[in-house]
Each structure stands twice: as C-alpha cells, then as structure tokens.
C-alpha cells in the first residue's frame, strides 16, 4: 500500500452520506454492551466475533450480507445502547476527518425491549448531537423503512420519522432485501414521506435492476439513490438522473461484497463520474464491511486510478448532495475551500 496516498486521503476532509447504525457498532462494543446486558455471544474476544459481524470475500451477496446484522441489533435494544452506538459512529468517521455524516438505522428494529420508535430515534438523535460536539462534526439521522417489514409498520416509521423532521432527521430510506421486495410496492409508504416533506433516498439498484431506480425516482420521490449500480442496464434513464442531479451514494466496499458488481473492473463508478452523474462515496457499514472513508476513497485509487483531484471532485459532489438546506450547506462547504489538488 502506498502509505503517503493513504495518509493524504485520509487527511482529506470528507462526507459520509451513507452509513448504517446498525453496521457499525464496534466489536468491542459488542462485548461490552452483551457483558452489561448479560449476553451471551458466540465469541469471548473482539477478533473471535467478527465472523459473526463481518463479511469476508466469500460473502454470497445482499442476503448474506444482511445476515451479519442480527448479532449487533439484539444488543442495540436500550436507548443507552442505541446512544453509544450512535457517539462512537460519529468518533469513528472522525478519525478519518470526516466534517459531515448522515447516520441511517431502522427504528423498529430496535424495540424488542419494549421502547417505542420515537424514544429510539431520539436516542439516536442525542447519541449524534454527543458525536458532534465532542468532534466538530455536523451529524443528522436517516430513518429507514425496511423492505420485509409491511406497509402498517413503514407508515408508523414514517410518521415518527417526520416528528424529528428538522430536529435530528434529515430523511427517509428503504433498505433491506431488494431482490425479495421491489421498490413498486412501497408507494403508500412514501406519499406518506412526501406528504410530511421528508427528504427521500432509496436503496435501489443494488441487488436488482434499474427498474428499481426508474421507480424510486419517478414514483417515490427519491432525491437521492443508494448505490444505483444496475443504472448502466438502462442509458436513457442514467441520462434523466444525470439531467436532474439525482446522487448515487455509492459504497464501493460493500457493493463489491455483496456482488452488486463482480469485480473492480466491472464496478461502474468511473464510467458514471466520467458521464457527469453526481456520484457520492461512503461506508455503507463500518463493521459489517471491516470500511472506512479512507479505505473506500484507497481502492478507487488503487483499483480504478482515480486522482486526487477526481477524489477530491468525488468528496465535493458528496458536500453538493447532503441533505441540508442553502445556509447550511454553504456553512459546511465552507471546510472544503482550500483543498489540495495535485495531480499524482
Ligand atoms: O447495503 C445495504 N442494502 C440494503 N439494506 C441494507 C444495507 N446495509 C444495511 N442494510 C439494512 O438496513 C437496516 C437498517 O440499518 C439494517 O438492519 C440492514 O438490514
Ligand atoms: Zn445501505
């Protein structure tokens, strides 16, 4: 690994836009909070969990993937859980200097000890407003309705998402299995989301073709896509998403992981930064996919030779596609004046 490159990457300031709670607890974390809750784990040391919490190449794709949450999230069931988690996300992405971070998670996952949605997104809320203080970093939620789950509880989500609208959450998303759940049957769920104005971004594209873009776009309102690596499948609808500004929140790692690309080479990041699409870098899971930002931006330059300055580019569009308002993204552009740009 070339260590200068590293560490001028890592120096970079940078955004994380996507980024999943729930897949982002440390592992030590996991000791400590299943040692207090009084769980037992499949491991007694940090290295010995991580098969039960990460991915290695051999992950099959996004069902697999998916699999590694269930450990981390029976401990995520106590606001005091969910509040540590959510600080130590945002200490995580500090040491990679990053200055703005969107932190996702499903509040109905987190209620099998009882706690309503709204006391677990507020608890998140105050983990990250901990995290932004202690760091100097801007932090805001991301709620997530999730795909397996029916449209009575993503209403619910949706509702209570929207009550913290302005106040800790930026938006709502849909995760979960997209091959099992395409994108069409969550319409109800969504006028709902645009009913209370709530920004919207969709997991599509991932482990199904573009016609889960095509939807999220033209019928959920989705104002930014995760992932959207099938887009290539479809020119005439990559040419409306590039037309309208439409974001890809890429997560190179993890798509690699879970096989929304075969390979590097097939990986279409620099076709779609080449193309003008507003193409955005982030981690996706922290632990789940053993990421960072400095990782992620490292293999775009290892793999698919991307320059600083198109690194750089990659970050400022990241800034350009946040959900906040003018003032406020102004403010945090801002920290992205004087970035270094040499040529390598
Ligand atoms: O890459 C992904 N694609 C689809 N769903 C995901 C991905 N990463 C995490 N989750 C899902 O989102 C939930 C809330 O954070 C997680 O529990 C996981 O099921
Ligand atoms: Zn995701």
Sequence with gaps: MNSDLYSLIQQLPKVDLHVHLDGSIKPETVLDLANQQGMDLPAITSSGLLPYLQVTDNCKGLNDYLSKFQLGASLLQTEAALERVAFETIEQASEHNCRYIEVRFGPQLHRQRGLGLEQVIQAVINGLQKGEKAFGIKAQAIVCCLRHQPASVNLKVVEAAAMFLGKGVAAVDLAGDEAGFPAFLFRKVFALAEKKGLPITIHAGEAAGPENIREAVSRLGAGRIGHGISLKQDPVLLQEICTNKIPLEMCPISNIQTKAADSWQEYPI?????????????????????????????????????????????????????????????????QFVNLPSPQR
């Design 270 to 334: 620099r076709e779609y930064f080449e193309q003008g699409l507003t193409v955005t870098v982030n981690t996706d899971n922290l632990t789940v996919s053993n990421t960072d930002l400095t990782k992620e931006y490292m293999m775009l330059a290892e793999k698919l030779d991307f320059t600083i300055t198109e690194i750089v580019q990659l970050i400022r569009n990241g800034v350009e596609a946040a959900f906040l308002d003018m003032a406020e993204k102004n403010l945090l552009k801002h």
